[in-house]
Every structure is written in C-alpha cells, then in structure tokens.
Nanobody
Framework: HVQLQVSGPGLVKPSQTLSLTCTVSGGSITTNYYYWNWIRQPPGKGLEWVGAIHYSGSIYYTPSRKSRTIISRDTPKNQFTLRLAYVTPEDTAVYYC?????????????????WGRGTQVTVSS
C-alpha cells in the first residue's frame, strides 16, 4: 500500500522559495513506470498540476511556471521535492503530491491513484 506524505513550511514570504518534500512509503519512486506529481489547489479554484518526475528521472513542468520551478528526487530516501522560486501571494494553495501511471497534466483527481495529504502553503509577509 503506497503512502505519500508532504512536509514543509506553511508560510513563505513573497520573493522567497517554497520548498516541499514528498516522502513515499510502500513503493519505490524508481519503480517503472510511475510519475510522481506535484499538484496544488489555490483558494476557491480547481486543482492545478505543477509538475512531475518520472521513475526514469525525467522531469516535466507546467510551462507557465517552468522558469521558477525545480523538481528533484532523493532516491535513497525515496523522496521527491518541489522548489518554487520567487513566490507571490498567487502561489498560496494547498499543495499535494500524487502518483500517476502516465503523464497527466490536467489535474483531474481520477488521473492519480495515490495522494498525499495536502499541506497549506501561504505566501505572505
């Protein structure tokens, strides 16, 4: 049974870098053929796909945020990490990590089979 857990600070100041880690248990992030995703939900809005890292190490980002997004992984720790630079209040959201068996960028709940519990990140001074 795969479990994902998000950790990281809940408050980030504008222009700083948001950093979140997803720890996976019950399965390896290098097991083919899964994608490990970051998804967020701003207040009052739907789910937004942020990016993903494939089991092979390939990384994919939403084009609009690609220039300030870095997704990486620590395979010995079975973790993957999101860093979002130069945040603004528009980056305030509940952030989730989730697994999919194909590259799914629409953010539909049905596209992901395992989810971590979301964590609220607020961008405010």
């Amino acid at each position: 049974h795969v479990q994902l857990q998000v950790s990281g600070p809940g408050l980030v100041k504008p222009s700083q870098t948001l950093s979140l880690t997803c720890t996976v248990s019950g399965g390896s992030i290098t097991t083919n053929y899964y994608y490990w995703n970051w998804i967020r939900q701003p207040p009052g809005k739907g789910l937004e796909w942020v990016g993903a890292i494939h089991y092979s190490g390939s990384i994919y980002y939403t084009p609009s945020r690609k220039s300030r997004t870095i997704i990486s992984r620590d395979t010995p720790k079975n973790q993957f990490t999101l860093r979002l630079a130069y945040v603004t209040p528009e980056d305030t959201a509940v952030y989730y990590c989730a697994r999919s068996n194909a590259l799914k960028t629409a953010g539909w709940v049905r596209d992901y089979d395992y989810w971590g519990r979301g964590t609220q990140v607020t961008v405010s001074s």
